[in-house]
């Protein structure tokens, strides 16, 4: 969060998973509405983010699900819209392709196909990113495609309070939100507002660092190396912006830091064709093309599955040196 | 079996000591069902497997070397490194590949009895996969398909009682998975997957069927996974009793020693002897692995496609220029 939004409140410091299981539980304590289910869940879940959660809330609001993701989504949208508030973990994102028809024809459709009869307020977490030699089947990020759904919201925070403010906002709104976390940086740590009442909306970006020439937008894993790769270069000063929201975009703030510094790079790590990058680039263009000052940059992966060797998801895996590189193609 | 066995605790060990790289998934305590099915076929029959497949790849005929030499991430591995453990693949050796979307083996396998039937082809597929996955949709849209076609192929449930740290009352309302067959109209048959001698009698009878153009069978095999869901699983889900108990009295490998010696099958140093061959293979494997060339960093952009479209080495040379961006 900007230094302003942290400015006149109370912090404390968490890490990702932390703030992410924190603002879980305020909800379930707040709504006992909020009913958390998917594989493994009673035990924590993939990456233990709902550790705890099971034996503090019981089977009535913390349920293992079988390895059966378009039920878990599918029953998801039915139970949203017959009065509770399912959040639903998928695991690794990659499984989407199992429920992709529960994601996009029922999630997203459903309350514009019956006129507005019934809401979605469903959350589906799926946890994205290369870097533990993972493999094709289990390091995608799949955002860009989920974000282009009609229907669908979708956020994917890069710092803990981002995490944690996103995650109060998901379970409360009456649409389907699909929240993307970043496999990587579970462990990254960052002061969290200890308010309650604290949440970030979605569609809400914040300036991470502030700075006069060149506006990164940076996401999850990539907003670190944004931050580093600007430290590293002296010479220029860079202002980077995490969107946390994917959809709906917060393109008034980007389109404003553009304004000012008339450079702009991208870096996410979805594959560079045709998703985020392509939609801030145009947005840019929409909303600040007579202020720019030299071509966009793109960061992403080249449009590979991301390959086992270690030397090669290294070598399709973008890093601070990639936008290193970036910043100064823009100079 | 002995050479899985062994071959998987140098995983094991190599793993914690950070030479392989990734997820590993054992499959000890189950190598019955693998070189029992594997076994009953034929080379140019094709499988497909799980996250859980070392035990599969072997039992069908893949080279102990390049095995490990995959799971090192390393060039002369099946896929050259770029699938590791959870994607091994040989086409060659029949092995269609290892699947760790759980459920994804089996329309796989399903395709393969299409190619097959249309083909009219002397071979057919066998899909291998889990209990927990029986729970996934596409597990039962590739049965019944292969069901209504009659095609050629056989289904091993390798029902080992747990999905990660889910047992099968969690995920399954009834006993045994075998019985789901009546509902596609095929057979189903339940094995003791510790007993490698009845898998292997159970799948050549699968496959006889299949062959012989009636259609598929669902095996399912009962057995148990010694080892963790996956390496640095700390099993909360079951205790250590259980495991031992497995250990001690259904051990497929010292079950089937003890039939052997009972039948006088199995004489003097003979089992010594196949354990120290093993010994060697696997020593040779990871000396093999380890001393094998990483691949090269810029093959990543190989195999996307057989005909390469230029986008993709567009974005790469454009992210690697170092320079501003001319006019
Ligand atoms: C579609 C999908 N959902 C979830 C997972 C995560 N996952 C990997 S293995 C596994 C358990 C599989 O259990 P089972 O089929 O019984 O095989 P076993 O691990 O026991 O060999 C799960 C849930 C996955 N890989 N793919
Ligand atoms: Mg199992």
Redesign the interface.
């Known amino acids: 969060m900007s230094a302003e939004e942290l400015a006149d409140r109370q912090t404390e410091t968490r890490t990702v998973r932390d703030a992410l299981r924190d603002g879980i539980r305020e909800e379930m304590l707040a709504d006992d509405r909020v009913f958390v289910m998917g ?2 869940e009673e ?1 924590g879940g993939s990456f233990e983010v709902t550790a705890g959660l099971h034996d503090e809330f019981g089977f009535d609001r913390v349920r ?1 699900t ?6 878990q989504v599918g029953a998801g949208v039915g139970a949203a819209a017959t009065g509770i508030r399912p959040l639903v973990n998928l695991s690794f994102s ?2 989407i ?2 429920c992709f028809d529960q994601v996009m024809n029922q999630a997203g459709k459903l309350r514009y196909m019956f006129g507005g009869a019934s809401n979605v307020p469903l959350t589906i977490r799926a946890i994205e990113g290369a870097g ?7 390091s995608g990020t799949v955002h860009s495609l989920v974000a282009h759904l009609p229907g669908i919201k979708a956020v994917a925070p890069g710092t803990p309070a981002a995490a944690k403010g996103l995650m109060k906002s998901a379970i409360r709104s009456e649409d389907p939100v699909v929240f993307f976390e970043n496999k990587t940086i579970y462990e990254r740590r960052g002061p969290v507002p200890t308010d309650e009442a604290f949440t970030v909306p979605l569609g809400e970006a914040t300036v991470e660092r502030a700075g006069d020439d060149v506006t990164i937008v940076a996401t999850q894993r990539l907003l670190g190396e944004a931050i580093a790769a600007a430290s590293d270069v002296d010479d220029v000063s860079v202002e980077v912006l995490d969107p946390r929201s994917l959809y709906p975009l917060d393109t008034e703030a980007i389109a404003d830091s553009v304004k000012k510094t008339g450079r702009l790079v991208v870096a996410d790590e979805s594959p ?2 045709y998703g985020f990058h392509a939609e801030i680039v145009t947005r840019v263009l929409e909303d600040a093309f007579w202020s720019l000052d ?2 966009v ?4 992966v ?4 991301i ?10 895996v ?1 890093d601070a040196d ?1 936008v290193r ?2 910043i ?4 | 079996m002995l050479l899985i066995r062994e071959f998987e605790n140098r995983v094991r060990d190599r793993f914690a000591d950070d030479e392989i ?3 590993v998934h054992l499959s000890q305590g189950q190598e019955a069902v693998a070189v029992g099915a594997c076994g009953a076929l034929a080379e140019a029959d094709y499988v497909t497997s799980t996250h859980r497949a070392h035990g599969h790849s072997l039992a069908k005929g893949l080279d102990p070397e390049q095995l490990l030499a995959e799971l090192y ?2 060039e002369p591995g099946q ?6 453990s ?2 091994v693949a040989d086409l060659e050796e029949g092995m269609l590949g290892a699947q ?4 994804a083996s089996v329309p796989l396998g399903t395709g393969a009895g299409i190619t097959a039937q249309v083909t009219g082809a002397d071979w057919c597929g066998l899909a291998f996969c889990g209990d ?2 029986v ?4 597990v039962h849209e590739a049965i019944n398909l292969a069901a209504t076609w009659t095609l050629p192929v056989v289904y091993v449930i390798e029902n080992n009682g747990y ?4 047992t099968h009352d ?3 309302n009834i006993d045994d998975l075998a019985a789901m067959a009546a509902s596609y109209g095929i057979p189903g048959e339940i094995v003791d997957g510790q007993d490698v001698e009845a898998v292997h009698e159970t799948v050549s009878a699968a496959r006889e069927r299949a062959l012989s153009g009636e259609g598929p069978t669902l095996v399912e095999a009962k057995t148990y996974r010694y080892r963790g869901h996956f390496e640095g699983d700390e099993e ?2 079951r205790s250590e009793a259980e495991v031992d108990e497995w250990m001690a009295e259904r051990d497929p490998i010292e079950n089937y020693v003890e039939v052997l010696a009972e039948r006088e099958e199995l004489e003097g140093d003979e089992l010594t002897e196949m354990r120290a061959d093993v010994e060697a293979v696997v020593d040779a494997a990871v000396r093999f692995a380890r001393d094998a060339d ?8 190989d195999d ?1 496609f057989v005909d390469p ?1 230029p ?3 567009r ?2 040379n ?8 001319s006019r």
């Open positions: 594989q493994d035990d293992n079988p390895i059966s993701e378009a039920a990659d499984f392709g199992v533990l030699n993972a493999a094709a089947q289990h560079l064709s030299a071509p940059q793109r960061v992403g080249p449009d590979t599955p390959p086992f060797a270690p030397s090669q998801e290294d070598e399709v973008p990639d590189r970036a100064r193609r823009t100079i | 790289p990734g997820f991430g390393k896929s050259n490194g770029r699938g590791g959870m994607h760790p979307i759980v459920g927990g996955s729970a996934a949709g596409q999905s990660e740290g889910m969690e995920q399954h909360p889900y990483e691949p090269a960093p810029e093959a990543a952009y996307i479209a986008d993709v080495q974005h790469r454009r992210m690697k220029k170092d320079g501003g961006v």
